[in-house]
């Protein structure tokens, strides 16, 4: 994989300069301590039993041979287990999913649901009693049959509203020269971090002490204190490192069962999962079926948007994939109605995947404005162009921000998309049929309160503690340098500590919202300290320190439409007799507010765009509907890109103001994968002239589509 650098992004102080993660040297030479690496005196290990059908409940479990075996200490199960609470509201405004609260009976209501821990002196000894654990059921009919027709779905808000509309939709389709409607559909996909899930657990006191790998200290330490109805300061979480995220590192039944393990024995216990647990525990993105509707005039500027989605999610628990929210951003019409429902099966609950709802709904939104480009003879970007809204298009709020013609401009010249052949099907070499796609990208920029505390030593350095989360996302690096320019200061003179709830309730990473409002704490902290020293403060031997709670700041914000936007750009080679598609070359230009880190922001978005690529031509987990498990539950299983799979990817942005706000971030971590699938599949319509509305574009595929239109 080549990976391009254009010129960096000017610079004002430490903020907007290129540096190397300040934990780099730690990771590359094993120092870093992730979760399963931390020792604890006295440690045992649990493994986790899961049901081995998709419905019914747990008739008998025999754990009698299992105590009996070498190194087991205690099996956990229904019968025994410590009583939890489920009933809470978490950081996200909702309930959690019912596996959180495990073994608190005997209900079975998908494959893969924990029935019971085993634990025992080491992890093979767990792991060995947990394989002879005998567990019988009393099976019921099940049912994880997906489908868009399905008459069981159901409207579901998610964190926008499933339903949102204005307009006469029949009036404007009839009075439309050029109609499009077509059905697009993604299926089951995983996320797999580097670093496997795990947490150990212990009780000192009444205290419960969590060692973890999440996306939030603060936030699981709140879940735990709900969970087992404890005073919030009587928990401590501490994630100081962690090997990947992608919206999976929450709360677990794994960090749940952990703490229940080490009440009962009054010692530490850690609980990792295995590689195949992670594809049944720790969410998934649902399949989805999607049906859009546009008309437009003949020039191709737009009367009427109908998008309607439907997204699977459990039988225990609603979690919505907001597939159709992405038109509310991105295009206005006179007619503009969005929706997405959700359908419950008797399948593991889906979460917040990378990009939630964006991803997926931009593959099929962004698919359907080409076709629209193709029907009206106009070129996909200037059609994209000519349908830019003046504010937001249900909301009618004002843009934060907004400079996606700006990446269209930029990517074009640099792709150099002004020589392209709009004709599908005539570009060849040798066996292989080239073609050229693009694709619009958007999600929201969010900022959520926090707290941060920076400390003045009197040798010149300084200490900023926030229970922020580095999920490889290099938010160390880019906090040391919103402190230093904060402080006005060099970034050597600055350690960033994070990763641990007793720093006080912050933000976690995801939504591509972290970086941002972590900043919006650390900044004014940061100032108002800078403002003392200048002022004679004296330092004390602890140090002196200033603290800061955003939350009466980022109330104050006002109502916008806040996102980042991008233009994705592929090429592809299509094999017509093999079927394989090989990506060429990626762009994407992206607006994103104020780039802090150069290096890392870079990095996230040439990762996103690669996962689109995988999402493009590979992902796609597969139900048994016999079992109601899944087929291949293992990263041999289910495929991914690899580095033979991408060539040239670059990475740029363009300038993106963000007037109102202080620090200016939007952030990167997720609008990197939107539209990256959209602009491939539209690729692949321009070598062959088939339009391809189902991911992923596997060969066989791609040899019907040739088969059908030759």
């Not at 040297?25 to 870093?32: D, I, L, P, Y």
């Not at 029907?375 to 349908?387: E, M, Q, S, T």
Request: charged letters at 20%; one cysteine or more; aromatic letters at 6%.
């Amino acid at each position: 994989m080549t990976l391009t650098h254009p010129e960096r992004t000017r610079a004002r102080g430490a903020v907007g300069t290129g540096h190397t993660r300040v934990e780099g040297r730690e990771k590359v030479t094993g120092a870093a301590r992730y979760a399963g690496d931390v020792p604890f005196a006295g440690l045992a290990h649990g493994s986790l039993v899961l049901s081995t059908v998709a419905r019914g409940r747990v008739s008998s479990l025999d754990d009698a041979p299992v105590r009996a075996m070498p190194g087991v200490l205690t099996v956990l199960h229904p019968h025994n287990a410590p009583r939890v609470r489920t009933d809470y509201g978490s950081i996200m405004g909702t309930v959690p999913d019912p596996t959180v609260g495990a073994f608190q009976d005997d209900r079975v209501p998908h494959e893969g649901w924990p029935v019971a821990l085993v634990v025992a002196e080491t992890p093979e000894q767990a792991r060995a009693g947990a394989e002879a654990l005998v567990v019988r059921y009393e099976r019921e009919p099940h049912d994880t049959a997906f489908s868009g027709e399905r008459a069981d779905s159901r409207p579901l808000d998610s964190v926008v509203p499933a339903t949102a509309g204005k307009g006469d939709l029949a009036a404007a389709l009839a009075a439309s020269a050029v109609v499009v409607e077509a059905e697009y559909t993604t299926p089951e996909e995983h996320h797999n971090p580097m670093e496997p899930h795990a947490a150990a657990a212990r009780w000192d006191d009444g205290r419960l002490e969590v060692v973890d790998s999440n996306q939030g200290a603060s936030w699981a330490a709140a879940d735990l204190a709900n969970v087992f109805s404890l005073d919030p300061a009587s928990v401590r979480v501490r994630s100081e490192h962690v090997g990947g995220g992608f919206g999976s590192k929450t709360v677990r039944v794994h960090q749940v069962a952990a703490a229940m393990a080490a009440a009962v024995l009054r010692r530490p216990v850690r609980v990792a999962l295995t590689r195949r647990q992670m594809f049944t525990l720790t969410g998934h993105r649902s399949p989805t079926a999607q049906r859009v509707r546009l008309g437009a005039d003949a020039d191709g500027r737009l009367r009427a948007l109908e998008h309607r989605s439907v997204s699977r999610t459990s039988s225990v628990y609603a979690f919505a994939e907001p597939a159709a929210a992405a038109g509310r951003v991105l295009y206005d019409a006179e007619a503009h109605h969005t929706e997405f429902r959700v359908v419950g099966l008797d399948v593991p609950t889906p979460t917040a995947m990378r990009a939630p709802g964006m991803t997926p709904g931009s593959f099929a939104l962004e698919s359907a404005l080409d076709e629209l480009a193709e029907k009206c003879g106009v070129d996909p970007i200037a059609l994209r162009v000519r349908n830019e809204p003046e504010a937001g298009p249900v909301t009618g709020l004002p843009f934060a921000g907004r400079n996606l013609t700006g990446c269209y401009e930029e990517g074009a010249r640099r792709f150099g998309w002004a020589d392209r052949d709009p004709r599908p099907g005539v570009r060849r070499e040798g066996r292989w049929l080239l073609g050229t796609g693009t694709a619009a990208a958007t999600f929201h920029a969010m900022t959520l309160p926090s707290t941060a505390a920076v400390t003045a030593w009197a040798d010149g350095t300084y200490t900023v503690r926030i229970a922020a989360a580095d999920i490889g996302t290099g938010a160390r690096t880019a906090l040391t340098l919103v402190a230093a320019d904060a402080l006005a200061v060099a970034p050597g003179r600055i350690r960033v500590r994070i990763g641990d709830s007793d720093f006080g309730p912050a933000w976690v990473a995801g939504g591509s919202a972290g970086t941002s409002s972590w900043a919006r704490a650390v900044t004014p902290a940061a100032e108002e300290l800078r403002e003392r020293l200048a002022l004679g403060a004296d330092i004390p031997p602890e140090g002196l320190t200033v603290r800061f709670d955003s939350t009466e700041a980022v109330s104050g914000t006002a109502p916008a439409e806040r996102h980042s936007y991008g233009a994705q750009f592929a090429e592809v080679a299509v094999d017509t007799a093999s079927g394989e598609v090989r990506v060429r070359r990626m762009l994407g230009i992206f607006a994103a507010g104020r780039i802090v880190n150069p290096l890392t922001a870079r990095s996230q978005l040439t990762g996103g765009m690669v996962w689109g690529l995988s999402m493009a031509l590979h992902e796609e987990a597969v139900r048994d509907q016999a079992s109601g498990g899944l087929v291949g539950a293992d990263l041999a299983g289910y495929h991914i890109a690899a580095s033979a799979d991408v060539d040239r990817v670059e990475a740029d942005w363009v300038d993106d103001p963000v007037p109102d706000d202080p620090v200016g971030i939007k952030g990167v971590g997720e609008i990197g994968v939107v539209g990256a699938a959209a602009a491939v599949a539209n690729a692949v319509w321009h070598a062959t002239g088939v339009r391809h509305r189902h991911l992923p574009l596997r060969p066989d595929r791609v040899l019907a589509g040739a088969q059908r239109r030759a």
